[in-house]
């Protein structure tokens, strides 16, 4: 295997330049350490990082666990902004806090829109949904979607690091494929439920693209927001369990950072099921149950298979 590749090498130092790209294909490309790229989310720097291989370290901002609808910034949060080549974020509205961070943190930033391109869902006519957002920025919810972040993140770092383009390229196909797999593995998954109980309600509006590409309905929310920042109120919440009792939604679907209590509450007053620890805005810790986004998502996908089968 060395002997082979030494021989290549050798092979390029003969030819004319006219012939040496196609030699540097074949040859392992250094790691760029200058290069300092940060995405926003975990799940953002897991497909970064897929895309980069080993030639790029991609670095997260937000901790573990955190929500970037109400992500307060750190100090060493402006600090980290700041000192980027290259800064990987969601958009679409997601990060409310952003806007205002790059332009305080300063600095020379290449951006890269994970979403660019993407467009916002339609709501169906009875998902109730908050009237004053301007669309859904939860994309990655179907992996379908999640091969343009892919594709924007490829685009981007080629951008930021021409030599790496090859190496960018064939990472980001292979990643694709795997997504595309994935696809197929939660077609298959979510196929045991009948179809009268492919029904959600959720804490917040996380799984409109997931419902769109998989047949669910949006039944309701306990905060119908596109952001986990609002919550909701007492008639809200009243009129939720009239809707879970009307439809008879089998589960409540909760996300990591959900209010127990209040699951508890919808639960007794119910009689559905309470799902709690679904991972959604953040990877679990490496030794989590989800700590990749093509883990998150089967994690999901699988309990909430388990609810509803
Ligand atoms: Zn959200």
Redesign the pocket.
Known sequence: MFRARGLVWVGCLLVVSALASACAANTPTPLQKGLRVVAIESFLADMAQNVAGDRLHVDTLMPIGA???GFEPTPQDVKKIAESDVLILNGAG?EEFLQKLVQNAGGEHQLIQASKGLTSRALKPNEPHDADNPGD??FWFDPTKAVTYVENIRDGLTHADPAGAATYAQNAAAYIAKLNALDEKIKQQVSVIPPARRKLVTD???FGYFADRYGFEIVGMIAPS???ADSSTAQQLAQLIDTIKATNAPAIFLEQNANPALAAQLARDTGAQVVTGLY??SLSEPNGPAPTYIQMLEYDTQKIVDALK
Request: no cysteine; glycine share 0%; proline share 14%.
């Open positions: 929500d970037p609808h997601f920025p939860h917040h509006d996380t596109f952001s986990t959604t805005h």
